[in-house]
T-cell receptor
């Protein structure tokens, strides 16, 4: 069965600094997608960034970027120039490339951005 | 504005009672999903539906039931058979596989907090 592991339950970063959140996954599939979702205190889930497994180039979205290491099954999220609004729970998620769109989530990392 | 609505935001239930959580979307999405979120755990899939009048069990379907009579609506019933129903419930929707796999982003509603008294 596919699993997603986030080994950092909580992290803290100073405003304007850079932080990296870790995620590892386990799968025997070759075609899949990876996502990072953000859940702020409002509890609304928001997609931050996504990566196709067959693409070697790491995805970037403004201050957010990933380091995708397929062989190591690692998918870390880097947040640059951290802002107070980045304070949230961050979830890593895995999806098969097939017909179903089932997401498998990690347990989350609570990120606190300090002023 | 297009989006997903869930109601109510907070719901209280007595033990032994069934309760239905509402989820409506006006995004014209084919697929809809229900997740459960507990403290210290990620989201876990309860049920999903890829098309009207069809749905499949997710990883934790026991004690729950759903229906998909309309494209816009995917209500979840928490039955008295669910042993530990207190949790935060999230509904999501996506375009659907037939329109392209990669852009099958799931959009989430604001959630319903269910508490069993």
């Amino acid at each position: 069965a596919q699993t997603v592991t986030q080994s950092q339950p909580e992290m803290s970063v100073q405003e304007a600094e850079t932080v990296t959140l870790s995620c590892t996954y386990d799968t025997s599939e070759n075609n899949y997608y990876l996502f990072w979702y953000k859940q702020p205190p409002s509890r609304q889930m928001i997609l931050v960034i996504r990566q196709e497994a067959y693409k070697q180039q790491n995805a970037t979205e403004n201050r957010f970027s990933v380091n995708f290491q397929k062989a190591a099954k690692s998918f870390s999220l880097k947040i640059s120039d951290s802002q107070l609004g980045d304070t949230a729970m961050y979830f890593c998620a895995f999806r098969y490339g097939g017909a179903t769109n089932k997401l498998i989530f990690g347990t989350g990392t609570l990120l606190a951005v300090q002023p | 504005d297009g989006g997903i609505t869930q109601s109510p935001k907070y719901l209280f239930r007595k033990e032994g009672q069934n309760v239905t959580l509402s989820c409506e979307q006006n995004l014209n999405h084919d697929a809809m999903y229900w997740y459960r979120q507990d403290p210290g755990q990620g989201l876990r899939l309860i049920y999903y539906s890829q098309i009207v009048n069809d749905f499949q069990k997710g990883d934790i379907a026991e004690g729950y039931s759903v229906s998909r009579e309309k494209k816009e609506s995917f209500p979840l019933t928490v039955t008295s058979a669910q042993k530990n129903p207190t949790a935060f419930y999230l509904c999501a929707s996506s375009i659907g596989y037939s329109r392209g796999s990669f852009y099958n982003e799931q959009f989430f509603g604001p959630g319903t907090r269910l508490t069993v008294l």
